[in-house]
């Protein structure tokens, strides 16, 4: 079985980065939580921007 790689994604307001091997402890967001299957209501817990505004940081 392959393992998924996981992306960081940045939040715009740039003092968030979302780690999936972290999660998002603030909104019961388990550890290993890639950033594509987040609640569609998600959003940044720093500044409160929606999933759709974060980018995607380089590997």
Known sequence: MATR????YESPCTKYIYDPKVGDYEHNI?????????????????????KEFFEKLDE
């Open 5 to 8: 790689k996981m992306s960081c």
């Open 30 to 50: 388990p550890p290993g939580t890639p950033f594509e299957d987040l609640p569609d209501d998600w959003c940044c817990p720093k500044c409160g921007a929606e």
